[in-house]
């Protein structure tokens, strides 16, 4: 990765240290086999960057927005899918410019959950996703979808992600940890 090195945390807030691992969702260790986008203009490889020595991160080269408000999600299979040891979900993020990003799970009951962050642009930055402050989608239910029920993360298949902007872009993802 290219530009001066910056300083980068050694942990996520609520991130665990190596002694007392918490599960990883995602880690991107098997390249790209649990890792798609549905949309084939969404560019994805797993590189390193030294600012984050040892773990492999995502790279997402997005296109424009287009009519479809799926274009540009990622989905990550979940490694290990009993999330009930955690209360958040955690990682590491570098967009090159500003952006809102989405990240989403179904639940055990099949309710689609998404939470909205603010990105700043060009640096790493942690993001905590808390499973108490995460609501229901508004815009988007399976069928199936168990509604008006507690959330359930005792068997969660993936978690997606996606950029909302106007424009095409460029991030850099860690790994999807559990944490406390």
Known sequence: ??????????SLPGEPSEENAAPVIQDYKADLA???AANPDVRLRVDYDPMLPGDPIL???????TDDPAGRDVWCDS????WSTGHAIAFRIKPDH????????????????????????GVWQP??????????????????AKLNVPIDVSQV???AFAPHDRSSGRLSITKFILSK
Request: aromatic share 12%.
């Open 1 to 10: 990765m290219n530009g001066p090195p910056r300083s980068v945390p050694s």
């Open 34 to 36: 649990s890792v798609r």
């Open 59 to 65: 790279i997402v080269e997005y296109p424009p927005p």
């Open 79 to 82: 490694d290990h899918q009993d």
């Open 98 to 121: 500003a952006i809102k990003l989405s990240v989403s799970f179904f639940d055990r009951n099949h309710v689609a959950y998404t939470a909205w962050t603010e990105l700043q642009g």
């Open 127 to 144: 993001v905590r996703v808390a499973f108490d402050q995460i609501r229901p989608n508004p815009y988007f239910q399976r069928p199936d």
């Open 157 to 159: 298949k993936g978690i």
